[in-house]
């Protein structure tokens, strides 16, 4: 990739700053839940065809489009680029311009960023189609944040042919790295992600004759921690994996020991075979565990998304490339995490490059994590994913 072409691309970015910043703060005023996002996709269509790119619409609210060069042939093979429109139920407590006017909606995972961030990008790489290696196909695509994944249904519905996507990138902020930076990790990366919900069925009564009840409180704390040598006592080390249980309720009294109680949480791991291993020892666990104390159980195990594997010839590719557009000062080398990631569901049919993008501003108090009530970004990380993703088709 020539350096002319480097600059162009900077320049751009930061020409069409404001514009980029403006389609962020429309979306993030108006944001939609898993599946619903009607009115996001409405305005994703409205750009891409002001910027006269071809789109078709996948998996309902979903979005494909493709920046095609001098060629235009529908089995070419192209380069994927993703984003997300979906929201979280989340209160926003910001006080900005661009608050949340959907109450109980928050963009608080950045998803809002990537949309505009790509949208950025299309009009970059439309200007200079002509100099793409290939084609380029761009994904706006539903549910990332719930099961079964909008990423999956975008798969199921053709997204990834005609023309054939060969390798695809996305971009993420990461709040815990400053704006300017960028950060890459091959190999695997994320893990999978399953959700457990257990109702225990006992029998209710009085707290003062405990003796003629099946306590469901004392059967779930039995459970929540016994559950936790399934990993300890049964996984081995070297392979990450934990098991957390966020959600404990039992509506009783100081004096009443209610019938049920509820237990939610959620298994993550970064290998398969212990996967379908530790998904059958909880569900043994817990019906022995309550038959044992004469209640029963009901379980659910909602299967998520599996683990997320950075392929690393791609990966080191567009890291060489940020690494001569933003210096080697500003790409940093992550560590695996236990966070889960739909992107994942791409990574099981083709060569993945799922990357971080900083946007920590301390000096302006930006420092809250994603899914927090007052997660915000420093707005000049827009730029830095612009010129991030534009570089990736050329890798």
Not at 26 to 51: C, G, I, N, W
Not at 151 to 171: H, Q
Not at 203 to 209: D, N, P, Q, S
């Amino acid at each position: 990739m020539n350096k002319q072409l480097h600059t162009r691309i900077a320049e751009r970015a930061e020409q069409l700053f404001e514009k980029v910043k403006a389609y962020r703060e429309h979306m993030h005023r108006f944001p939609e839940l898993s599946y619903q996002e009607y009115d996001t996709s409405a305005f994703v269509k409205e750009q891409l065809q002001k910027l006269g790119i071809p789109f078709e619409a996948k998996a309902d609210t979903g979005i494909t489009a493709v920046i095609y060069g001098n060629q235009h042939a529908s089995d070419q093979a192209c380069f994927g680029l993703r984003s997300e429109l979906d929201a979280l139920p989340i209160h926003e407590q910001n006080e900005a311009p661009y608050k949340s006017q959907r109450d109980g909606i928050m963009h608080a995972c950045g998803h809002d960023v990537h949309t505009a961030i790509l949208l950025g990008t299309a009009e970059i790489l439309n200007e200079i189609r002509d100099e793409l290696p290939q084609p380029v196909k761009l994904f706006f695509q539903p549910g990332e944040e719930k099961n079964p994944g909008g990423a999956s249904i975008m798969i199921a519905d053709g997204a990834l042919t005609s023309p054939r996507v060969e390798k695809i990138a996305a971009l993420h902020v990461f709040p815990e790295m400053p704006t300017g930076k960028l950060g890459f990790k091959t190999g695997l990366y994320m893990a999978s992600c399953d959700e457990i919900y257990i109702t225990i069925n006992g029998k209710g009564g009085h707290g003062a004759t405990p003796h003629q009840t099946i306590d469901p409180i004392i059967i779930g704390a039995e459970l929540l921690l016994s559950l936790q040598q399934i990993v300890s006592r049964n996984c081995d080390p070297k392979i990450p994996c934990v098991l957390s249980f966020g959600h404990f309720e039992a509506l009783g009294a100081t004096n009443v020991i209610p019938s049920k109680a509820h237990l939610k949480g959620t298994f993550r791991t970064m290998d398969e075979p212990w996967r379908e291993k530790a998904l059958s020892l909880i569900e043994q666990h817990v019906h022995h565990i309550t038959s044992m104390h004469g209640a029963t159980a009901e379980l659910e195990i909602s299967r998520g998304y599996p683990f997320l594997e950075n392929d690393p010839e791609l990966t080191t590719a567009v890291r060489t490339l940020a690494e001569e557009h933003f210096g080697l000062e500003n790409v940093e080398t992550l560590p695996i995490r236990l966070t889960s990631e739909d992107f994942s569901y791409y990574a099981q049919e083709i060569p993945v490059c799922f990357f971080r993008l900083g946007v920590r501003n301390e000096a302006r108090g930006i420092v809250n994590g994603v899914h927090h009530p007052l997660f915000d970004i420093d707005e000049k990380a827009l730029i830095v994913g612009m010129r991030a993703m534009a570089l990736a088709p050329f890798s």
